[in-house]
């Protein structure tokens, strides 16, 4: 009999979209994944009642400021991060453990300092912005510092959520990208990361590597004036999240094989290469931490072919929470792809909406991603026809965001058809705010 309990813990849902019919000879699957969690209520037996307390999760949060020397160049850089921080932690929830860090070529604690974290409550927001004001700019930028710093406060905190934001203005310039990489694969599935840039002198692969890396958001503020409103949604966001390190674990029969796991809504990411080991045929792959949300991903098996009116189970997702002496933690939620064989071609031919929706998403970023490459390269021929097709894409699936994106980067002749014209003046923070925001995906219009 199953054991529910009453919890703030959302309850998961996973709903599979696919045309499982195959034609003969057929061996390729594709399907979309749908994750769900709904706040609170009644979860299956799979969680524990007694490991889910009434109470907020627990959470420890680590904001990361760039104090490097071109953070005062214009000095709005500085003043608006000091308010962003401050801000951050005004929406900070009571007993949630946090710091400031200060990056430069090194990392330095800013607030409570001594290795420590401090407890949320009127008073440590009191010191912690006081601490704020003796933020000033100076040195070079080694983010790796302010990660590794970032994880030993965070790693020493008994929480169910650990989560960073980080802040930077400038190229990581004072250690090589292959510390930062060590540094990215030591840290990922420790605590999650956003990122944003603030400006226009960053690197934005950079600042995307981080966020992916670490499972977070990457965005640009060219505006310092706004980091506040853009901290505080962050802050909100994280503090909105109830259950961490939720993988989607996925098993396939003998046989079979997994193409790849990507991520598709709300944007595009490649979990594929992130797979562990989770037994026979089974391997499970990070999404990060919950609240109330959706996901999408897309999940492609190859499978060997059967006979015409065969059917077989290509694949089981489930999701599960892994746990610290190995085993996991079942979160009670499990969806199946099928294939099945048919001589039947318009069966065999159709393809699921949802399917070729996010295959024209994840072709639209990468569509972005070369033709603003091929552009900064000079080749401004092939940035043309990249940049149509995005358009063409942005337009047939409905991503209006997207759409306005491009059209600040390029004059749009016919959207339907992907006719275009490279704009002759472009101002930097156009083209890095289309670049950060390639990935942003939009669901299936109903």
């Known amino acids: 009999m199953a054991n529910f309990a009453k919890s703030n813990v959302p309850r998961f849902s996973v709903d599979v979209y696919q045309n499982e019919y195959l034609p003969e000879g057929g061996g390729e699957v594709d399907a979309i994944v749908t994750v769900t969690a709904a706040g609170g209520g009644t979860v299956g037996d799979a969680v524990p009642a007694p490991a889910r307390p009434a109470a907020p999760p627990s959470a420890a949060v680590a904001v990361m400021v760039d104090c490097s020397g071109s953070m005062d160049y214009p000095p709005a850089k500085m003043r608006g991060a000091r308010d962003a921080t401050a801000a951050a932690i005004d929406t900070l929830r009571d007993g949630t453990r946090f710091a400031v860090i200060a990056g430069t070529h090194v990392a330095q604690e800013v607030y409570p300092g001594g290795g420590r974290l401090a407890v949320a409550d009127a008073t440590t927001r009191g010191q912690a912005r006081q601490a704020l004001r003796r933020l000033s700019a100076g040195g070079g930028t080694a983010i790796g510092t ?29 250690e090589s990208p292959e510390d930062l990489r060590a540094t990215l694969d030591a840290c990922a599935g420790r605590f999650t990361c956003d990122a944003r840039g603030v400006g226009t002198d960053w690197d934005v692969k950079e600042v995307t590597g981080i966020a992916s890396a670490l499972l977070g958001t990457a965005d640009i503020v060219a505006d310092p004036g706004r980091l506040a409103a853009d901290f505080t949604r962050m802050m909100e966001t994280a503090m909105s999240k109830e259950v ?81 002496d190995g085993t996991a933690q079942n979160l009670g939620a499990q969806g199946l792809v099928r294939a099945v064989w048919t001589d039947d071609l318009a069966a065999s031919t159709a393809m699921s909406p949802q399917v070729a929706h996010y295959t024209g998403q994840a072709e639209l970023a990468q569509a972005i991603q070369q033709g603003i490459d091929l552009r900064k390269a000079g080749d401004f021929d092939g940035a043309t026809a990249k940049l149509g097709r995005a358009v063409q894409l942005a337009n047939a699936s409905g991503n209006a965001d997207t759409a306005k994106l491009l059209a600040k980067v390029v004059d749009v002749v016919d959207a339907a058809t992907g006719t275009v014209r490279l704009k002759t003046r472009v101002t930097e923070a156009d083209e890095m705010t289309l670049e950060t925001r390639s990935t942003k995906t939009v669901r299936v219009k109903k």
């Open 146 to 174: 302010w990660l590794r710093l970032a994880d030993r406060l965070l790693s020493a905190a008994d929480v169910t959520l650990r989560h960073g934001i980080l802040l930077t203005d400038g190229r990581n310039e004072h």
């Open 244 to 324: 961490a390190d939720v993988a989607l674990r996925v098993w396939t029969p003998a046989g079979a094989a997994l193409r790849f796991v990507k991520q598709v809504a709300p944007s595009v990411e490649d979990l594929t290469g992130r797979r562990t080991e989770a037994g026979p045929r089974t391997g499970d792959y990070p999404t990060g931490s919950w609240g109330d949300e959706s996901r999408d991903y897309h999940l492609c098996v190859t499978v060997p072919p059967a006979g015409l009116g065969q059917e077989m189970l290509a694949a089981r997702v489930s999701l599960v929470v892994p746990q610290p």
